[in-house]
């Protein structure tokens, strides 16, 4: 429950946040050109509002929802959100939307996402200032990495330490996004430079390419670090604690399975997961009792241990990462120099989600879309801001392009349909608006409905 509340606020505050200041958006150029904001709302509030205050003198209610999934500014003579349809019946005020030139019109309507883009820009540049960059260099990570059956049948080895494509220079692989761009650039290069024994080695990529989705949710995955099974530390209370494992030690077999790595391991307790789904409890209660061969770290000993794991199937035991074992490569930046390195930063990653949109139209890519369950388990288990930020600056990109879109209903739907008016010297008519205002929500609503049902199915899955 806790682990739960936790993601949950940094959710909404992370969503609070790029709500506020994407109205924001809109709110300040529509200000700008003396256009008449009605109301500013913080999520979205059909049937009640949780709090509402108009300032004296002021044309605009400013209101919290309670409904966390977006907000909206009602911007006076448009069609929007609200569906008011007897204002645009009224003559045309001066003060309206639909009076003001389109040029006018259409940077309100890209406010929003300008906004998004250059709040993320901004954050990824203020992350570098105020933490700068810490990673490890691939070539560094001497252990090599771990391949799984499909990876080694294009040629590829255990130990081999990944260099290049031939497209670009792998750099890290000890985050999520470094990871994500390693598995990216190999999906799409023709051959690929490992370091093996001293030799630099050229693996060749299937003409098509990989697949990035199947990579990623192979078991094991296509390629992980080469973790050797040292714990890291035990916690306390916990099956391990009690059967006497120690930090330091290294598991070398589960039950009759032996273990070189955390890969081996993870493997294993995933078996055994899908094993015991659906097992009666007594089968259940008998499959939790183990055996562990552990080696103790200063004796090198190798002790026979039983256990009995929890009822999620923990150990309580952490795992080591590449930080135990290598030493990272720290640049810091200076407050001017951080604004480059964040805007490159930005754009790779935003390249990066470009990128991987194409998979959206397969059947692994279609299953793998998510509403703000999804997005919630992004966020860590445990407050961090550096992670906080990261992720905020990540999902205000996603939210910047998403938007501009040219999909009915969408800030992209009335940026096309101004650009088609600008470019033909004609309006389209307030009932094709309406119409198309309405397909629009129609389709965001069974999309958000198939997010939702991925989100509850993947939840059920991992009972």
């Known amino acids: 429950m806790e682990v739960f509340l936790i993601r949950a606020l940094q959710l909404i505050l992370c969503f609070s946040i790029l709500i506020l200041l994407h109205e924001g958006g809109h709110f300040f150029f529509a200000k700008l050109f003396k256009v008449r904001v009605e109301k500013f709302c913080l999520f979205f509030d059909p049937w009640k509002t949780l709090f509402k205050f108009r300032p004296k003198h002021s044309d605009t209610e400013y209101c919290i929802g309670w409904l966390p999934l977006g907000g909206y500014v009602k911007i006076a003579g448009m069609i929007d959100e609200s569906m008011d349809t007897n204002q645009m ?13 389109a040029w006018q019109r259409l940077l309100i309507m890209v406010g929003g996402v300008l906004v998004n883009f250059l709040l993320a820009l901004f954050i990824y540049s203020m992350i570098l200032f105020y933490w700068g960059e810490s990673y490890i260099p691939l070539k560094s990570m001497t252990m090599g990495m771990k391949f799984n059956t499909e990876a080694k049948a294009l040629g590829f080895h255990d130990g081999d330490i990944l260099l290049s494509t031939d497209k670009t220079t792998l ?61 890291d530390s035990v916690l306390g209370g916990t099956p391990a604690e009690k059967a006497g494992i120690k930090t330091g030690d290294y598991i070398v077999a589960l039950n009759k399975t032996k273990i070189q790595t955390w890969n081996d391991y993870n493997v294993a307790m995933e078996s055994m997961s899908q094993r015991l789904k659906g097992a009666p409890t007594d089968d259940s209660l008998a499959a939790r009792h183990i055996t562990v061969l552990v080696r103790r770290a200063v004796s090198q000993q190798v002790d026979t241990l039983s256990l009995m794991l929890s009822s999620d199937l923990r150990m309580g035991i952490m795992q080591s990462n590449p930080y ?18 964040g805007i490159h930063h930005g754009w790779t990653v935003l390249k990066g989600y470009v990128d991987d949109l194409k998979y959206l139209f397969t059947k692994e890519g279609a299953r793998s879309v998510g509403s703000f369950g999804a997005i919630g388990s ?32 969408l800030d992209g739907g009335h940026v096309f349909f101004l650009l088609c008016e600008m470019i033909t010297r004609r309006k389209p008519s307030d009932k094709f608006m309406e119409r198309a205002q309405v397909t629009g929500m129609v389709l965001l609503l069974l999309l958000m409905i198939y997010a939702v049902g991925n989100d509850i199915f993947r939840y059920l899955l991992h009972m």
Not at 89 to 101: L, M
Not at 191 to 213: E, F, S
Not at 324 to 341: C, H, M
């Open 89 to 101: 019946k009224q003559p045309a005020q001066s003060w309206e939307f639909r009076s003001h030139p």
């Open 171 to 231: 750099k890290r692989f000890d985050s999520n996004e470094s990871i994500s761009a390693v598995y990216r650039s190999i999906s799409e290069a023709h051959y690929v430079t490992v370091m093996r024994q001293g030799h630099k080695v050229n693996i060749t990529i299937p003409v098509k390419g990989l697949n990035m989705i199947q990579m990623f949710r192979a078991n094991p995955p296509f390629v992980t670090s080469y973790m050797p099974s040292r714990i």
């Open 324 to 341: 135990s074992y290598y030493k990272p490569v720290t640049v810091n930046y200076t407050f001017i120099e951080s604004f480059p390195a």
């Open 378 to 409: 992004m966020f860590p288990t445990s407050w961090n801001w550096q992670r906080f930020w990261e992720l905020t600056a990540f999902i205000s990109i996603m939210l910047a392009f998403m938007n501009i879109l040219p999909i009915p209903a």
